[in-house]
């Protein structure tokens, strides 16, 4: 999965688990419509256990992001052909067989491209 669709997902997730718990939170008004039909001990081992889920979730979407950042870094180091193969593979979450029809290479030349920027990219790393 790209990461962009992931960021996406867990975004969503996050908007999600935030207004549950906020449903949870209010016992006062019409927005606290789940804590008035529950007690209040299971209102709070609710709120508590959603305030884990998005602790948790906060944390992958910072992962994510540094991540993605740390992607985009390395691609802008190449130019043409290259940088299109990685931000295409990478970012967009393409396969290479996508990429050969979207660029007009054989796949067999995206292929053995990708697996010599993969190389100079490991290199890079180890030096």
Known sequence: ????????????????????????????????D???HQ?????LQKQARLKEVI??????EEQLKK?????IDTIEKFQGLDQRILK???VDGMKLESIAEETG???????SRHADIMKMIRFSKNV
Do not use: C, H, P, V
């Open 55 to 60: 602790e948790s979730l906060a944390t992958r």
């Open 34 to 36: 789940l804590a008035k």
């Open 105 to 111: 290479y054989t796949y067999q030349y995206i292929r």
């Open 88 to 90: 295409m593979k990478y």
């Open 1 to 32: 999965m790209a990461i962009d669709q992931e960021l996406f997902e867990i975004r969503l997730s996050l908007d999600l688990n935030e207004n549950e718990l906020y449903r949870w939170q209010n016992y006062r008004n019409e927005d606290g």
């Open 39 to 43: 007690t209040f001990l299971t209102a």
């Open 67 to 71: 991540q993605r950042q740390d992607i």
